[in-house]
């Protein structure tokens, strides 16, 4: 059964219910005497019975009173008499052994229901009956007739009559509550008023009272702290695991991953909810939605509850969550008025959030874009990265501006190029500013899982971008973009920003220079000497100067010539492209042989190299040469044998 | 007869409820109970799971499609009340113990909450999934 479900909650007060019918009918063995509390007892007097499907249905006649006193005879029909439809259950009716003439007592909490057409009442939910016996005459007589078994008329229902939900006339159904009887239990229960215009203001309130099937009028006011884009799993639906339809839909494999658009809401009362909004197919509205929806109220109408997750099983949600505890102005306490507010320092951070989405495909998230910020919201706070390396707790979530000065893309090829990790190296001016004992440059790695817009994956390989990283991961001594990061190109309107203008960078990019604390998967500058050229791996290949192919052919009408067959034309003026690793000594890493490689576009210094090395393939035409400072990637530092294998790369 | 009428208020009550505060309250689910006995837990979980698909064709003509909880997929008719379940085949048509089996009750109460998946499919699909049940059968 579904937690919270209807069904759920139906079978706890069927329980209930048996219990308490067991209990009564203990009860009224034990104790022959009538109750105290006649008030709300219905006395009827059987007059006639019929069956319909396990149902007894016996028309009645109501008594005013216990016709104890009143000879058989007194108790004749009257037309002043109300006439009511009593039903029985099957259970009850072999209790209650039942025939017309008998008088029933009919305990609370039974219940009245009036038809559309006003035909005669019906009683339900009479659990708590039993028979009175009006005097010894009719004691005897319940004996012999109890050992004749009664025929029953059974009305058999037609399939035909169904049932319509429709209200046809609105204004003539009379509200049930108007008719009842005095009696305690009332059909309608009218304790929840209409809250078509009524808007909420907790959303623990709203999803405790309305369960898992949803709310649908009801309005939750909230704050909109963090608007970022999750990665939508296909298989991560709610209550629709049944379903399956007929006709295949539509293929979706060739479809680009999509995005959801996610708001992490919180309400008045400091709890939390993350909200799962529709599709995007392009990312480009990110940032959009960030700027035009953090730090406004809205009200959410029409969500449906997804999942309640915990500290443990979100660690990602959590670590957000916990970078906006606590809150900043007092919060509500519930149940108190609305004048007395809880100092929030002390109060320990959420451990439970629901996650929310919307119901049947319409968005009811009704943004008040007009209207000021928010005094509960929580803009990112932004450090420079000095600080942030010097931060001591783990997973903890960090906003900076940052200059991407190299990007690599992680090399699994069986993963799509959008989907696969991406290893940003950036700097400030807090690290660039720095003498000693800090990187000037750190490494920043960006998970499949981090949403990135078309935007910034098109800026961020076309040149050295500023980029403006929201809610990052600290932990380990690394930074990680995650789930709920989110890379912005433009500022966002609030930030609270410590100090100078952290975005300007005074003069050219230093970068830390190879020594030996330098580590793999690290950028470094170095200068040095060359000692040595690996002439197995030294060759130089033509490209395509249009499209850089690098397989080029050879031409079937004039072998002298190249053919680029991407291109579809012969290459004039092919750009020669050569790999060399170079062995250099460099006296900042005096123990190590470095080993740089070169494949791609070769720079100054290679270039010289290479020259004089294929004109005279002498390797003594190289050997001692002075390299400047060279940009390298590290791909390796073994320490047996200590050695540091690097590559040269072209800052951004 | 009179438990047809009274089935039939009392799932306008449902309705009525739902529509005005998204929350069916308790003397109705007893109510429920009251009437449709043992099927009626069984089709408020089929309603929590949104296991109600309206069929819907272009001609207009519709039909339901419910997932039972055995992952079978049962067809209930909506102009008159029938469903393509065994318990329904007892119950229902040889007993006259039930009005409605769960799956019909189940139906009436993902309309009267607005819970119904809906789903399009051409004449002929619809066609095809009440033949398909007569080839069960036959």
New interface residues.
Partial sequence: LCRGGLAERLCRLQNRERSAISFWRHQCVSDDKTPSDKSSVLIVKILEIFEECTIQVAICQQLEQSPVTLSPEDAVISAEEPILKVLFTKETTAHLKSRPQDVIHIYPPWQKLLLQNAGVPVIMNTYFSRKVLLSEHSEAREKTSGLTKMLIRKNIISLAQTFRLDDLDDKLHQEPSDNQVACAPQLHNKQHPLALSAVNDSLLDMVESQGAVGWREVQVRVVIQRVYCLPAREGYRSHTQGNKPLCATPGTNSDPPKVRLCLLVQDAYGMFSEVWLQSLSSTDDTEQYCRRWEGKSCCLAGMKILQRTTRGRALGLFSLIDSLWPPVVPLKVPGQSQDSEMMTTKLPPPSFCYILTVQSGEIHVEVDEEEQISNLYQPPAVHGLKEILQINECNERCSFWAQVLYRRLQTKHNVPVDQRDILLFVTDSTLQNVVHGIPKVVAVSVTASCVLGMEIREALSAGSQLVFFKDALWGNGRIICVERTVLLLQKPLLCLAAGADLSKLTGPVRLDELDSTTQANSICALRGTVVGVNESTAFSWPTCDRCGNGKLELCPQDRELLYCNQCSEVVTTPVLKMQLEVFLSCPSRSQSTVKVKVWQRPAQFVLLTMLLFLQTYEVQSVLGKEVGLLNCYVHSVTSHPNCVALEEIVLL | ?????????????I?????????????????????F?PS???A??L?????V?R?IAPSGRTLY?V?GSSGK?YTCY?????CTCPAFGFS?LQK????LCKHILAV?LS?????C?E?S?SEE?LTN?LLAEEEDEG
């Fill in positions: 007869s009179t438990l047809p009428a009274v089935a039939e208020e009392l799932l306008r009550e309705k009525k409820a739902f529509e005005e505060s998204s929350h069916v309250p308790d003397d109705l689910l007893l109510g429920l109970k009251f009437i006995g009626a837990v069984p408020l979980d309603v929590d799971q949104r296991s698909t069929v499609q997932l997929l909506s102009s008159c009340h029938f229902v006259s113990e039930s009005l009436y309309q009267a909450m607005g819970a998946q789903l499919v699909q999934i």
